[in-house]
């Protein structure tokens, strides 16, 4: 069913079409117009908008509000600014109080820096801080259905971690959270035939023909039980090859 | 340590749904004065949910608790006409009888000492709450007597 109303808006004076209940974000991409973001990835279907950098004003009817463009369902026409003076100001603001926040991470001292974030001398840097808190490893772990790790305490104590600062028994040592952390804030330790994350150390297995590493033991295990496959021992590389060569001695097209 | 069958008797009696999860890990603060970890793991079964879902649910609600509480909860409040009027007197007077601080129990697992916001009652300040029974306009000199009231009875053979 496909009732949805087609709309029309401008981003930044760029006329542009989108359906109604699109969200602002999309649109404006589509369009070739970038918002930044950080606590954004595609590769989730819901977005929290916690790290308030995709923020942006809409004018409806003449008035102006200020809304966070990842979560910002369009329903009406209206006129968006993404780099008006107001939004320049706070969007600075934000990213200076997650530059207190994460001073370590090379990443949002360089944007904080784009966006001429001020300086605000009164506030003091978290010490060793890397993380911004956005919840994209949590949402990452639970996407997987590993459920590893999540966001404990609150307030001021709020912080990424396993239950009970354990080594986690659901953990597969995938490094999907450390992957989709926007500013590498994840400690893991990647050796050749070893890998540690969360305080657990898994061993890293290789593909049987070629010997290129192919993951955890856990990680492969849990993908091809999800999968309905068996433990697969060689890798995709591999496998391209074999299902290759069978189709070619099945076709004779050599 | 809670046993496995005391876990289960309060899981069990609730549907395998994840709109349970704070219901039962209530139900256990209530039961066992904390949330144990076999009780986490055993929820986290029963409801099909990760043990890091609990987990954050347990750290986020103040009413939940990872360590045993003490079996009779004071709380002095803290809220701004209270603490004008000398909250901070309270929480010195218990810390004298007891020896605890708030967010800790005593050895004997008898009392916990919270600092909580505003109860309401601020016509009452400063206020102090030991399982539910309010006591108001407290001076540093009634803590004994208020605890005594509420400690358990000391059984003399």
């Given amino acids: 069913m496909s009732t949805a109303k087609t709309l029309s808006l ?12 699109e969200y602002l974000y999309d649109v404006a991409k589509r369009n070739g117009i970038l918002i930044p973001v950080l606590c954004r990835s595609d590769a989730f279907e819901d977005h929290r908008a916690c790290c308030r950098v995709c923020i942006v004003e809409v004018e409806i009817k003449g008035r102006r509000k200020v809304v966070t463009a990842c979560v910002y369902p369009v329903e009406q026409e209206c006129a968006v600014y993404t780099n008006s003076e107001k939004i320049v100001e706070e969007r600075a603001i934000v990213l200076a109080l997650l530059a207190k926040r994460a001073p370590e991470s090379a990443e ?27 919840g994209r490893c949590v949402q990452a772990c639970e996407s997987l259905g590993t459920g590893a790790i999540s966001t404990i305490n609150r307030g001021t104590e709020k912080e990424v971690s396993t239950p009970y600062h354990n080594p986690s028994l659901a953990c597969v040592g995938c490094l999907s959270c ?13 050796a050749p035939s070893t890998r540690s994350i969360w305080g657990r150390d898994f061993e890293v297995l290789s593909c049987e023909r070629c010997g290129a590493p192919m993951g955890t033991r856990e990680e492969i295990a849990y993908a091809a039980k999800k999968a309905g496959m068996e ?3 060689i890798c995709d590389a591999c496998r391209k090859h074999e299902i290759a060569d069978s189709m070619m001695g099945t076709y004779r097209l050599v | ?11 069990d009696a609730y549907p395998r749904d994840r709109r349970y999860a704070l219901a039962v890990m209530q139900d256990m603060q209530r039961t066992f004065n904390y949330v144990p970890e076999n009780g986490l793991i055993a929820t986290a079964e029963h409801l099909d ?19 045993p509480k003490g079996k009779h909860i004071i709380k002095v409040c803290d809220g701004t006409a209270c603490h004008l009027r000398g909250a901070n007197n ?3 007077g218990v810390k004298r009888e007891l020896g605890i601080v708030p967010g800790e129990v005593t050895a004997d697992g008898e009392f916990s000492l919270e600092l909580v916001n505003c109860l309401g009652s601020c ?23 208020i605890l005594k009231e509420h400690a358990t009875p000391v059984v003399t053979q």
Wanted: hydrophobic residues 45%; proline residues 6%.
């Fill in chain 1, 178 to 190: 450390a992957n989709v952390c926007p500013t590498g804030a994840i400690p893991f330790i990647q």
């Fill in chain 2, 123 to 145: 016509a009452l300040a400063p206020v102090l709450v030991i399982d539910g029974v309010y006591h108001n306009k407290v001076k540093i000199d009634a803590i004994p007597s």
């Fill in chain 1, 10 to 21: 401008t981003i930044d004076g760029t006329p542009c079409t989108c359906e109604s209940g």
């Fill in chain 1, 108 to 134: 949002i001292v360089a944007m904080a820096r784009y966006y001429k974030a001020p300086e605000l001398d009164r506030l003091v840097e978290l010490d060793g801080g890397r993380c911004i808190l956005c």
């Fill in chain 2, 49 to 67: 949910c990760s043990v890091a879902q609990l987990y954050s649910m347990a750290t986020f609600y103040k009413a939940l608790s990872l360590k």
């Fill in chain 2, 1 to 11: 340590m809670v046993s496995n069958e005391e876990v289960s008797s309060i899981i």
């Fill in chain 1, 231 to 233: 433990t697969p021992v």
């Fill in chain 2, 90 to 92: 309270l929480v010195t």
